[in-house]
């Protein structure tokens, strides 16, 4: 972007004809006019500073809770029109990622930018395909979570605990760190999910295949018992695959939000995915699907639904799984998801919810209330059913959700710190709390 222009009066084109790419604030209180450089439909926030009464004032500044129209970064990773539906990663629309590439192909997309060729896939695979055993002393504490602890606890504790077993993940700033942490955590991320929940079933933990894919390994990890050797499902291997492009990435969400927030720090890699993982587990963002199939339980039956949209209207309760901050209209990954679904049921049988969940969305998308907030099923809407399906316990799909976001984190970090415009993420507020006043001893206090 341009620099700032300084404040200066208004004034107009020579050719008044000629739109210029600024913005003319007048300030009342003064009835001075500044004018304001315009880059891709942005103002720079830091440019209102010069906007003040009295010389001595800190300046202007804007206030956005939330983040709702403020853009906090300049990114070429991960494109959404929320209007339109549309998402791409870089420049790749979803729906040919999903129906043509693999979750290992778009993990490499995303971080290096480009689609990999044939000899730089053959080698990226081959470096997360060895970077997926865990030391074992890992095996120790996570052994020492009770039985019944939610696997996203384990994982974002086990995450950041893994920056103490690799001490060069504080050399953020060499290329040649940065990428054996990628490997590491690419890797590593689907094996600890995985060792997370074989200890909630008390199950010894399966180690990774390294013949097998980066989807059909974490079904191995997962599900083998006694058989010598683990052949996954093609279908739900493929679902998987699928499932895991569609999470890679989603731009500026609250958990990329979070990982370049704590990334500013300059912390390790680690460190900062761990904190991402924390962001996920909320209910209003990757915990949404567990929360889901919560909300679908709870209704019980089709005949119920109209009661239940009924409580969602008197803003009692939320369609879990529904509207989103920027789409506003379907989510183009909850349409490809009800697809994979139906090839999921197929195999292993239909979800009796599924029923209530598809009568939740034709009441919801026909009844004015979600009409006219633009609310949607997300992609969290259909994913508990698949998971389900496939034998997940609900408490590891927000798991499922972390394990291909790690990619979409990790490019985003990176991306984070080699923009020389960032620096350490700290907003500014606005104080409404108390003047000065001066401390009362407890026995004068009423
Ligand atoms: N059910 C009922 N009403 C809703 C829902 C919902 N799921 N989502 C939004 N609304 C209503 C709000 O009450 C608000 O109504 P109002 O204008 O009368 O006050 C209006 O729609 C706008 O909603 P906001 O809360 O302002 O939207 P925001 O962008 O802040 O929130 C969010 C987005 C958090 C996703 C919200 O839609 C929600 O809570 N959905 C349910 C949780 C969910 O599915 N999360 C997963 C999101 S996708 C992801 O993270 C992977």
Known sequence: MDSPLSATTTRMSEDSTVPRETLTITDNRTGKSYEIPINHDTIRAADLRQI????????????DPAFNNTASCISKVTFIDGDAGILRYRGYPIEDLAEKSTYLETAYLLLNGELPTPSQLKDWTYHVTHHTFIHESIKKFLDGFHYDAHPMGMMISTIAALSTFYHDAKDIFSAESRQKQTYRLIGKVPTIAAFSYRHTLGMPFVYPDNELSYPGNFLNMLFRTTEPKYRPNATLEHALDVLFILHA???????????????????????????AIAALYGPLHGGANEEVLHMLMQIGSIQKVPDFIKRVKTGEVKLMGFGHRVYKNYDPRARIIKHIAYEVFELMGKNPLLEIALECERIALEDEYFVKRKLYPNVDFYTGLIYQSMGFPMTMFPVLFAIPRTSGWIAQWEEMLLDPEQKIARPRQIYLGHNTRHYVPIDQRN
């Open 52 to 63: 003040k009464v009295d010389p001595k004032e800190f300046g202007m500044m804007s206030y």
């Open 249 to 275: 990435d989603h731009e500026q969400n609250c958990s990329t939000n979070t990982i370049r927030g704590v990334g500013s720090s300059h912390v390790d890699p680690y460190s900062a995915t761990a904190a």
